[in-house]
């Protein structure tokens, strides 16, 4: 029997080929987001449970059998979080961030779900969130659009997803539409799947949402939510519409899209694509109004997003858009003692000169020939190389690696200015 240790089921390492694409997704999300005038928050990753099971609901699937739950040395219960709105707004509450104020906040990071684990689905997760507060138009909901279609177009993913759209009205016209769809999946009982069954008396909402190819054929002669919602909220979802139609953004109104969480009101979406086969749900989100108050705070309104960044490298992969940048721009070969300690002197003089530069330099030894090949894996534009010879005359060999340009031996103290002309021109 081996003594090795695994990680643990549904936990994943992410490994160093695979963290470039990780980086290029994370740096790009940032990008866009702080140029939108978004400004980053972190919080905690373990929070007291009461924050969601008063945030997410009760008799959600996420608090009934998927958070991490455990009782502290003092006895009160914590949980790892399992999405980041919910911690997100205790923070605004309880540092004083949301009253009377306007907040644009992301947020990123791992969260945690005890579910089956399958490709793309794990349970230790990571998403990017986005949360406004103090915004009560629909030109916010409108932004976050903007924002990941910016962010989609920015990936090469803007042909990958499409927008899908709906309005869930106010928590009055969800509790009247509740009893209607109550009363008719009630008639239908026996025609449901297991869960939807359960859901019945717990979340009869989430029955909207099956999977289930027969619940599907009864879900689609259910009653409509827009035929409940109010005129405030109907009007809210025409001049969200509108504000896209002006923006040239696609979008499919489904009149059954519903989110998992009770917090959500009036707008809500996601992005979607047929890429990922049941993980068809890259990026969801809407208004959660009544959230603030919910957790003690003053009523404040309130629009965001969130999406899972397992899901958009799979989707990434998916569409061939791996290419990144090189490991290094330069490759220091060196040979010999001498070379050696020379060449990490160099090397950090040229870090000093160019802070920028991608330089590795070779450690460990080894032939010419197979510094030559680590030089060339690493994807370096050229290679700089250092032997004895090199020390004695104190010059460098620049070797051009990607382009047919002729090798050039020069003076040492000419490196800089040369390495200057090839990157920085």
Not at 118 to 140: A, C, M, N, S, W
Not at 181 to 198: G, M, R, T, W
Not at 341 to 349: F, H, I, N, P
């Amino acid at each position: 029997m081996s003594n090795t240790i695994q990680a643990v089921r549904g936990m994943r390492d992410i490994l160093p080929d695979e963290t470039p694409l990780w980086r290029h997704l994370e740096n790009t999300v940032a990008t866009v987001l702080t140029n939108y005038g978004y400004q980053e928050i972190r919080f905690p990753i373990v929070e007291k449970t009461e924050l969601f099971k008063r945030s997410i609901g009760e008799v959600t699937d996420i608090v009934e059998k998927e958070m991490y739950t455990f009782d502290d040395r003092n006895g009160d219960s914590l949980s790892l979080r399992p999405e980041g709105t919910a911690a997100c707004v205790r923070a605004g509450i309880e540092k004083g961030l949301l009253y009377n104020q306007t907040q644009k906040l992301w947020y990123s990071g791992p969260m945690f779900r005890h579910e089956r684990p399958q490709k793309g689905r794990y349970r230790q997760f990571h998403q990017v969130g986005v949360e406004t507060f103090g915004l009560q138009g629909p030109d916010i909901d409108a932004e976050l659009i903007l924002i990941c279609r910016r962010l989609w177009s920015l990936l090469g993913l803007e042909k990958n997803v499409s927008l899908e759209i709906n309005s869930l009205g106010q928590p009055e016209a969800r509790a009247n539409y509740r009893e209607k769809i109550v009363e008719y999946f009630s008639e239908h009982f026996d025609a449901l799947d297991a869960d939807s069954q359960n859901r019945l008396k717990s979340n009869p909402m989430r029955i909207l949402d099956s999977k289930n190819p027969d619940t599907q054929k009864i879900v689609a002669n259910s009653p409509l939510l827009s035929d409940y919602i109010s005129e405030e909220s109907a009007e809210h979802f025409q001049q969200f519409k509108e504000y896209l139609d002006a923006s040239n953004v696609e979008y499919r109104i489904n009149p059954r899209l519903v989110r998992g969480l009770d917090y959500y009101s009036n707008t809500v979406f996601e992005w979607v694509t047929q890429d990922l086969g049941a993980q068809g749900t890259v990026c969801a989100g809407g208004r959660f109004d009544a959230l603030v108050s919910y957790l003690g705070g003053k009523p404040t309104p309130a629009a965001g997003f969130a999406m899972g960044m397992e899901r958009l490298i799979a989707l990434l992969e998916a569409a061939g858009s791996t290419k990144l940048e090189p490991l290094a721009d330069c490759y220091l070969l060196v040979a010999g003692a001498a070379a050696q300690a020379k060449g990490l002197q160099l090397a950090e003089s040229i870090h000093n000169s160019m802070p920028q530069l991608k330089l590795l330099t070779h450690c460990g030894g080894g032939s010419f020939k197979s510094q030559m090949k680590k030089a060339d894996k690493s994807g370096a534009r050229i290679a700089l190389i250092m032997g004895e010879d090199e020390v004695q005359s104190q010059t460098m060999t620049i070797k051009h690696l990607r382009e047919s340009i002729e090798q050039k031996t020069i003076a040492e103290y000419q490196l800089i200015e040369n390495l200057q002309a090839i990157f920085e021109h």
